[in-house]
């Protein structure tokens, strides 16, 4: 268990590192990237852990909603 939890650290260290800006409230912050970066950044990332060279590879994918946002809040009664 205490294997998969470092390497959970570990990938979340690389998604950070990979990603090109701060994102908030409470994500994570880089100094060096303080800002959010809609337009290039709004998307997941992925990555995959090769052990037999021990490499991690990080990549964007599309932003999906999964939840319709519009179905969250109702209106409030007049």
């Given amino acids: 268990e205490n ?4 390497l959970t650290a570990e990938a979340h260290m690389k998604h950070i590192q990979f990603r090109q800006e701060s994102r908030y409230p409470g994500f994570y912050y880089r100094m060096d990237k303080n800002f959010v970066d809609e337009e290039n950044w709004h998307c997941f990332v992925n990555s ?30 007049h």
Avoid at 3 to 6: A, D, L, T, V
């Fill in 3 to 6: 294997y998969h939890r470092i």
């Fill in 48 to 77: 995959v852990y090769d052990k037999e060279s021990k490499q991690w590879n990080c990549f964007k994918r599309a932003h999906v909603d999964l939840v319709d946002k519009s179905k969250l809040f109702k209106p409030a009664a």
